[in-house]
């Protein structure tokens, strides 16, 4: 009998009819309706879920506080080099930082030995490089401690009073949109929209359909800023012509 030499490849070779295809979603038309709209329903509240900022645990948080303390008080570090803002609330230290625009602003605690939270200015990367310069979204996060106690209302007040104009995130909890609006008694606030680098005015009250977008933001006027100022200026622009 002759022995049939096979090529070492043919042992892990596949039949032809193997599908190594995913298998595929079922068409929608093929499911009972209430299975259909309960995807649709879904995926809709997915889609909301975007404007909400995540609910991070309280041992994260503290634990990001608790190394940043060190990091405040550690000579090596850049964050040593903070300066010190005057108080914007008795009791408390407001650490100041500034790198490449944005600001950092970092509160202690300074008898309880630890840091309550802390503000970040960022830089918008959706406007132009002429509206860059006098726009910032603020971003905060502070212990429960230190939670409801015009911590953040105050830091908010500082960068207003230097003239920056506040930029709402994408996403916002319900404790930072009451913040806004309740800065809205002090200062102007618009509805905008970040489209093609540029800020387009949407007015002082929009529907809660548009609300919902991505692009949707508020706009608080900083000390020495009107709306009209802004338009003159070309940072803010006519919902028509933006």
Request: hydrophobic share 40%; aromatic share 6%.
């Amino acid at each position: 009998m002759t022995a049939t030499l096979l090529h070492p490849s043919a042992a892990f070779a596949l039949p032809l009819a193997f599908d190594l295809s995913l298998p595929k979603p079922p068409r929608l038309d093929l499911l009972p309706a209430a299975l259909v709209n309960r995807i649709r329903e879904r995926v809709q509240a997915t889609r909301l879920e975007l404007r909400i900022d995540v609910n991070r645990p309280e041992e994260d948080i503290e634990t990001e506080l608790d190394t940043l303390h060190r990091r405040l008080h550690t000579p090596a570090d850049a964050m040593h080099a903070c300066a010190l803002l005057p108080t914007l609330q008795p009791g408390l230290a407001f650490h100041h930082r500034e790198a490449d625009g944005e600001h950092y602003i970092y509160v202690e605690d300074v008898a309880c030995g630890r840091l309550a939270g802390y503000t970040v200015f960022n830089r918008l990367i959706e406007v132009d490089r002429r509206t860059d310069r006098h726009v910032r979204s603020p971003h905060s996060k502070y212990a429960p401690a230190y939670q409801g106690r015009g911590i953040a209302s105050a830091v908010y007040e500082w960068a207003l009073g230097r003239g920056l104009c506040l930029v709402s995130g994408a996403r916002q909890s319900d404790g930072a949109h009451a913040l806004w609006h309740a800065l809205a008694r002090r200062h102007p606030l618009r509805w905008v929209a970040l489209r093609t680098r540029r800020m387009q005015d949407l007015g002082d009250d929009i529907p809660a359909a548009a609300r919902d977008a991505l692009d949707t933001r508020m706009l608080l006027a900083g000390r020495g800023w009107t709306f009209a100022a802004l338009h003159k200026r070309g940072l803010l622009q006519p919902t028509a012509s933006a």
